[in-house]
């Protein structure tokens, strides 16, 4: 438990720098699951809908200690980042100031370039042991980057061609053979069953309790009916997700503004947890303006953790019902070639996910230049934020020193509110 508490309070970043964060605890510094198990794991999230990353820590937490230890892990995961975005949220609706906010996490976004970058390096080490994988990685890379592929289709095909690898050079199945196979319950249909007819009514009875208590016509309900909605449909990853979110919360909707979406994106940015938590500032801003006789107080924070709860509780549902059967398969050289093709892809993603941080975190402007499909955003050099790129000098060599991600997150954040008070922010 201490483990896990002390990750979430690291999970900056986005899905890049939560999965580098658990990497670096888990695999590295605690060693409590192998590398291989860690990346087919990874790979297996990956496909599911919702936050690969928090799924991630719960099908850990599940393989470690089982259903008890998936619940406190996934749970641990995103509590920070629940009551940091609340609170947030709170500041913003009354007074809408969060400069002290942005000056301490000025430090933040650096660091986590700095650690999501370190973490690209040791996954592609240990995952790219093939020249096949290498291929993969770039090309996902690319594909992303250059071309604004469509997450589920690269990683579809990421599958598909590690399974084609896998046929044609079988010892690249060897070499992922998972070697330290923990003992997991057999996958049971009573078992399934039981899940699903347990946690899908305890997934939507707060929006059945919301419309009894607040009546249908609530603003309340209409989000914890969308948000459970989206919680089903939701691959890509985040910043896909949020396309769609922001459209319909803004446009369709009118619980926000766009200038609002864009501030919550900022906020959930620099929170700990998944990206994803701004889901919980559209529930609480939106329900906190359109409260109409009710109480605006008691329907924001009630609409943001209702939104919480729909959002990440499908997650358990998903590994609870689906990792003992993923388990049983693992032996199978064409699902592990598979999956392996996905964490090489997986590792170009993160790659794209750190150089696009990496520019919209050092550089105010970029200018977009585009041949024919391809873009290519390139930093106009001029707009480089001088403190900004400071902290990350000072990030990449703590982390080349080999300090833990708390101390470093603790230091740069400490910077950054420097550079808040003298006037940088």
């Not at 998936?70 to 709170?90: D, K, Q, R």
């Amino acid at each position: 438990t201490k483990a896990w508490a002390a990750i979430s309070l690291q999970t900056f970043g986005g899905p890049a720098g939560q999965i580098a964060v658990m990497q670096r605890s888990l695999v590295d510094e605690h060693r409590w699951i192998s590398q291989r198990r860690f990346l087919f794991a990874l790979s297996y999230c990956t496909l599911l809908p919702g936050p690969e990353a928090q799924q991630l820590a719960t099908y850990i937490g599940w393989l470690l200690h089982g259903l008890r230890g998936a619940l406190i892990a996934g749970t641990l995961f995103v509590l920070p980042g629940v009551v940091t975005m609340l609170a947030l949220s709170a500041v913003y609706v009354t007074a809408g100031d969060t400069e002290v906010v942005e000056a301490l996490f000025l430090g933040l976004a650096p660091a986590v370039i700095a650690i999501v970058v370190d973490a690209l390096i040791r996954i592609g080490r240990r995952s790219l042991t093939h020249p096949g994988w290498v291929a993969i990685a770039v090309v996902a890379f690319v594909a992303i980057a250059g071309f604004g592929v469509p997450f589920p289709l690269v990683v579809l095909t990421a599958g598909l061609a590690g399974w084609a690898l896998g046929k044609c050079y079988p010892d690249t199945a060897a070499a992922n053979a998972i070697d330290d196979a923990a003992p997991v319950p057999p996958p049971s249909g009573r078992r399934t069953l039981l899940l699903l007819v347990t946690g899908i009514p305890l997934w939507l009875a707060p929006v059945a309790i919301a419309a009894l208590v607040f009546g249908r016509d609530s603003v309340i309900v209409d989000e914890g009916l969308f948000f459970s909605g989206s919680a089903l449909i939701t691959f890509g990853g985040a910043y896909a997700v949020l396309a769609f979110v922001a459209q319909q919360a803004v446009a369709h909707y009118g619980w926000l503004t766009a200038t609002d979406m864009v501030r919550g994106l900022a906020l959930a940015e620099t929170t700990p947890g998944p990206l994803i938590m701004v889901v919980q500032f559209v529930a609480f801003v939106g329900a906190f303006r359109h409260a109409g006789d009710a109480d605006p107080w008691v329907l924001a924070i009630s609409a943001a953790l209702i939104t919480s709860w729909v959002t990440f509780t499908p997650s358990f549902l998903f590994i609870a019902v689906g990792a003992p059967y993923v388990e049983r398969l693992q032996h199978l050289a064409g699902l592990r070639s598979a999956l392996a093709g996905v964490t090489a892809a997986v590792v170009g993603v993160i790659a794209s996910l750190a150089l696009y941080f990496a520019l919209h975190t050092l550089f105010g402007d970029l200018s977009r230049h585009a041949w024919g499909w391809a873009r290519l955003d390139v930093p106009v050099l001029s707009s480089l934020h001088g403190w900004v790129a400071a902290i990350a000098v000072v990030g990449f060599v703590l982390v080349l020193r080999g300090w833990r991600v708390l101390r470093i997150l603790g230091v740069c954040a400490a910077l950054g509110l420097a550079a808040g008070i003298l006037g940088h922010v």
